[in-house]
């Protein structure tokens, strides 16, 4: 009987070994890997997979993304998802802190890296002299009191990667929680410039390899992983493949453009997302390759939107460094565990809900993180649990900067948005996005008392979280005219009016300059 527990010397290191490696070996398979896409200034509508449930309007009229389509096939798509700021370092301090603009204080595109104060000071600047505002110059690096997706990973055992675009300096990725990384990147290794090959437009293809690479040793160190694709795509000068190009200008919606700024930016942009879309596809067959869909969050999204041409009636008003729908409302799409094919959900969601959301997925307790965020985990909606706390919340987005708009802030709560612009704050605007997508009726005279809570929800926010304020220029020009909404940014209708106008122009200057070399 005795020689039933004599062992040797290997069979008692084995089982050491094996009741050691055991619970680490099941604690890494049972959390979830976590990819993240990030695309750089995607409209709205910037694939061919309706965001809006049967509307036709939120998809491409030419663009052909089928594996991002595939990704919607697998898993929800938000109708109403939105950026944090109408452009990119800001949206993407965000992402990485789970704070609103307003918190986090990088809240515009400027006084990067070290040059960067460490405290928000107000300075009138030569074109702004004579403006109506004073701005608060933004902070323009990562602040590094704040935590980030990768710092929380890691506390859970996470191997982390970023590759691609940074953008929110702080010294780099190696500084904010990540293991692998390309360095304290901005938006100059994404542009033609900037020794890319041919082969490898806006660096998409080397970029995804990385990534593929980094998802192969964690699996077979058998470590969950969280890796971030941060693109340059469609940021810029447009890159992609020549064969992708040619074949893309002989679409029928892209050939019928005709030539001009519409046709070039329609196929230069719509290649580009092509090219992008086959290495979503190489991801996802890596995926299935090694056996581990089944347990991979895959999200994709942009950083901002951008008001392009569409081939189609403009459905968003704004553009990008606005807070107008197209300036923030982006595509949103997430497959994995438990999220059910082929879905839509139409709670108003917002990019600072990433981290909780991540750090739940990763095994951690949202609640826990109180209010060191600005952001609510979205996993109850992935997982079409209990939605309540998502009926009526409010997002907030502040831009107190004049730089490319005017100093604006705004909140969004249930169907309805309210703005304030900050020269001319007794005019606030109030939209019902439900009935209104392109923001054209003002309801605040309508509907006063709904302006007046929802401007008291804002101005509340922004106290709460100390945010800065434009403040008033005692050597303003009055004699110019204050900021008008619908002059200085225009509705959808105005625009498009502009624009024919702007054509019909350019059509009569070149008639007359062809009669004139013909009569000279």
Known sequence: ??????????????????FWISPHFSHAASKPNIIFILV?????????????????RSTSAFRVTPHVERLAQKGMTFSNAYAAAGMCAPSRTSIQTGLSPARHLFSGNSNFGESSSSEVTYEVKRKNRAAYLVEPSPLGSLNPKFMTIGEKLQEQGY?????????????????????????ETSNEEGKPTSGIEPDDPKRIFSMTKEGMEFITN?????????????????????MSLENTLAEFEKIEAVAAIGEGKNFKEASTHGAAVKDLDTSVGMLLDHLEKLGITDRTYVVFTSDNGKDLYNGKDSILRGDKWWLWEAGIRVPFIVAGPDIPGATYSSHNIVNYDLLPTFYEMAGGDPASLGDQVDGKSLLPLFRNQDSSSFEDRSVYFHYPHLRNSTAHSAVIKGDYKLYTFYEIPDKPQLFNLSEDLGETDNLASKMPEKAQLLLADLQGYLDRVGAYLPKVNDNADTSKPRFNPDKDAPTIAQRLSQQSDSL???????????????EG
């Open 1 to 18: 009987m005795n020689n039933i527990f004599m062992m040797t010397k290997w069979q008692l290191v084995f089982f050491a070994a094996y």
């Open 40 to 56: 750089d200034d995607m409209p709205w509508w910037g694939t061919s997979v309706p965001q809006k449930e049967n509307d036709p």
């Open 159 to 183: 191997a982390t990667a970023h590759l691609g675009k940074w953008h929110v300096y702080g010294g780099g990725p190696s500084l904010h929680g990540y293991d692998v990384h390309n360095g």
């Open 218 to 238: 964690q699996h077979k160190a058998n470590k969950p992983f969280y890796v971030q694709l941060s693109h340059y795509v469609e940021h810029n000068k447009q």
């Open 504 to 518: 019909e122009g350019s059509k009569d200057k070149k008639k007359n300059k062809k009669k004139k070399q013909q």
